[in-house]
Nanobody
Framework: QLQLVESGGGLVPPGGSLRLSCAASGFSLNGYAVGWFRQAPGKEREGVSCIISTDILTYYSQSVKGRFTITRDKAKNTVYLQMNNLKSEDTAVYYC?????????????????????WGQGTQVTVSS
C-alpha cells in the first residue's frame, strides 16, 4: 500500500523552529516530486513548498521564502521541511503529497490537484 506519513509537528513559540518529515512506505519517493501544503482553520489548503524528483529545483510560497527549506534524503526515502523563524500565521495542519506524473523531473506544482498521494497531516501550532 502506497502511503505517506508526516511527523515532526508540535507547539513552538514565535521565532522557533521545527522540522517536518514526510516518509514514504510501499514505494520509492525518489522518483516523485513532493509538495508541502498547509491548511489553517477556515482557510483553503495552500501550497508551501515543493521539490522536483531530481532535487535540482525547489519552490516556495512568498509567505515562507527565506524561512522554510525543503530537502530530500534518498537513503531514508524521506522529504523534510525545515521551518525557521516561525510566526503565528504559520499555524496550520501541514500535509505532504507526491506525484510521479510526467514532468516531475522538470517542475513541481504548488497546486494540490496535481498530486496523487497524500499524508494524513501533522499539526503545527505557533504560540507563546
Amino acid at each position: 500500500q502506497l502511503q505517506l506519513v508526516e511527523s515532526g509537528g508540535g507547539l513552538v513559540p514565535p521565532g522557533g523552529s521545527l522540522r517536518l518529515s514526510c516518509a514514504a512506505s510501499g514505494f520509492s519517493l525518489n522518483g516523485y516530486a513532493v509538495g508541502w501544503f498547509r491548511q489553517a482553520p477556515g482557510k483553503e489548503r495552500e501550497g508551501v513548498s515543493c521539490i522536483i524528483s531530481t532535487d535540482i529545483l525547489t519552490y516556495y510560497s512568498q509567505s515562507v521564502k527565506g524561512r522554510f527549506t525543503i530537502t530530500r534524503d534518498k537513503a531514508k526515502n524521506t522529504v523534510y521541511l525545515q521551518m525557521n523563524n516561525l510566526k503565528s500565521e504559520d499555524t496550520a495542519v501541514y500535509y505532504c503529497a507526491g506525484t510521479g506524473a510526467v514532468g516531475s523531473d522538470l517542475v513541481c506544482s504548488m497546486g494540490s490537484h496535481n498530486y496523487d498521494y497524500w499524508g494524513q497531516g501533522t499539526q503545527v501550532t505557533v504560540s507563546s
